[in-house]
């Protein structure tokens, strides 16, 4: 069964850190495109990184850019999302999705499996 499991959340002030971490089971990460997605009360869902397993180029929402690094560790079947400097903007549910294609597509509707996702709080 494959899986994917998010964990790491948590309540932080501003300007804290938080690393999130996204554990596969059943399947080699390596082998899939990794975006990590966030979804805010009363808002869609949006893209914010995303990692390819074909080159391991990175991309960024602007709104994440210079401030989060997502990185993954294949030893570990995990990738990291490194969120720096958060902001209570950054308040949502955070998931990551697996894409089979060695590209990042830039496309929600191409990350087949999903994790359950974990709260992320930034509060005073």
């Known amino acids: 069964q494959l899986q994917l499991v998010e964990s790491g959340g948590g309540l932080v002030q501003p300007g804290g850190s938080l690393r999130l971490s996204c554990a596969a089971s059943?399947?080699?990460?390596?082998?899939?495109?990794i975006g990590w997605f966030r979804q805010a009360p009363g808002k869609e869902r949006e893209g914010i990184s995303c990692?390819?397993?074909?080159?391991?180029?990175?991309y960024y929402a602007d709104s994440v850019k210079g401030r989060f690094t997502v990185s993954r560790d294949n030893a570990k079947n995990t990738v990291y999302l490194q969120m720096n400097s958060l902001r209570p903007g950054d308040t949502a549910v955070y998931y990551c999705a697996a894409d089979r294609r060695n590209y990042c597509s830039g496309y929600e509707s191409t990350f087949g499996y999903w994790g359950q996702g974990t709260q992320v709080a930034v509060s005073s």
């Open positions: 990692i390819s397993s074909r080159d391991g180029n990175t």
């Open positions: 059943g399947f080699t990460l390596d082998a899939y495109s």
